[in-house]
């Protein structure tokens, strides 16, 4: 008896550990989506879908050869239904956990994106390893259907596009859809996401014959910030107002600045470190929010006369550079509150630091938001001149007038 027990227990085990590929699918039959894009079409909405032809990955130029990618399109009343639609076109199934990027068209979003973020958030296949932006002044799936002649795959070259230009230059951000749905979510603060927008002719898969053209004519560039309040795409901010919402909330990592000197001409200032601090307080019955923002830089490039070898002119352009930085800073929180969108989280900042008034404020915070003081207090410092203290241009004016 105990003997057939042991048997049984042991065939029990050696069951359960051979189930782990039940569910297994091959490659050859899969079709991986790189970048999903969203249109409204009349009452329902058109589903683009940019799938990799692995085939032709690592096989020469997509000019020598068929496109990397193909699109499909398809129109339904949900994303759900359009995906399993869409397979009547696809050869394959669709495969979602290697997507890179999500467009969302501005018509879609300003009539709200909630509907459409719950399917992303409850489909099991994708990772919330992708960025989501909104297709400015263009359609989605002509996003999806323009190709880039540095990436074979267009959905990787946006992706790292944004990711670069986060790090490196201001008024963009990289946004993740579960850090957009938890903005979404916060109380005391709304959403933004970065704004995607064609500066020039599109080069869509039917005309890639232009990718062989040394200035190719691919038009797509990542620009301003969406505002959301709610779920609702309210407004954009500008360049400026987008680099003073970065500078706020802490995500500027580096960017270049100009600034104008006392004597004409302009200084590039190359900001290293940046770091901002947000206090909230109460004052007569009203919020009142202080911004410091600490600033590191150094001196890339002057075009015009300037002795940077006295500590004076460091100085100087020091105090030029924070109120260049407190203007954009303040234009920043002045269109927050024109659109009436808490986008710096400072209800949140004023729920921490006092429960209390929170409790009262939170159910029109953005109210309160529109009429809260907000202070903003610079402190720039630069660091280094470059390998030269003063510029060989002044030098060569001399030489020209002698």
């Known amino acids: 008896m105990r003997k057939m027990i042991r048997v049984t227990l042991l065939l029990i085990l050696l069951i359960s550990i051979t189930t782990g590929c039940w569910n297994r699918q091959e490659l050859n039959q899969l079709s991986f989506v790189m970048a999903l894009g969203i249109d409204k079409h009349d009452n329902q909405i058109e589903l683009s879908a940019q799938v990799a032809n692995v085939g032709e990955i690592g096989m020469g130029s997509s000019s020598e050869r068929g496109t990397s990618v193909t699109n499909f399109h398809v129109v339904s009343p949900t994303l759900y239904e359009a995906l399993r639609k869409m397979t009547s076109h696809a050869p394959r199934e669709l495969y979602l956990s290697h997507l890179r990027m999500l467009v969302i068209s501005e018509e879609l979003a300003r009539e709200g994106v909630r509907d459409v973020l719950d399917f992303f958030m409850r489909n099991e296949q994708m990772r919330p390893d992708y960025f989501v932006a909104i297709a400015k002044d263009v359609q989605a799936k002509e996003i999806l259907s323009t190709l880039t002649p540095t990436e074979k795959i267009p959905a990787n070259k946006l992706y790292s596009s944004l990711k670069t ?18 903005n979404l979510v916060a109380l005391g603060k709304e959403p933004v996401l970065t704004g995607l927008k064609s500066n020039g002719e599109l080069a869509v898969l ?23 309040r709610g779920d609702r795409l309210v407004g954009w901010l500008n360049e400026q107002e987008s680099k003073g919402y970065n500078y706020i909330s802490g995500n500027v990592k580096s960017t270049v600045g100009d600034v104008l000197l006392p004597d004409g001409g302009e200084a590039s200032i190359h900001i290293l470190r940046t770091k901002s601090k947000v206090t909230a307080a109460m004052k007569e019955g009203k919020p009142v929010f202080t911004v410091k923002l600490q600033v590191e830089g150094d001196i890339g490039e002057v075009e015009g006369s300037i002795d ?9 352009l ?37 429960p209390g008034s929170w409790k009262q404020m939170k159910s029109d915070w953005p109210s309160y938001f529109v009429k809260s003081e907000v202070i903003v207090q610079v402190d720039a410092k630069l660091r280094r001149t470059g390998k030269v203290s003063s510029s060989f241009i002044e030098e060569l004016k001399k030489k020209t007038k002698e």
């Open 318 to 354: 020091e105090q030029v550079m924070e109120k260049k930085l407190k203007e954009g800073l303040q234009v920043a929180v002045s269109k927050a509150q024109k659109l009436e969108a808490d986008i710096f989280g400072f209800g949140e900042i004023l729920h921490r630091s006092d």
């Open 165 to 182: 230009s986060q790090n490196l230059w201001a008024p963009t951000i990289a946004v993740h859809v579960d850090e957009f749905v938890a």
């Open 308 to 316: 940077l070898t006295k500590s004076e002119s460091i100085y100087l």
């Open 206 to 228: 039917r005309k890639d014959n232009k990718l062989k053209m040394s200035d190719a004519p691919v038009g797509l560039v990542f620009t301003q910030l969406g505002v959301f």
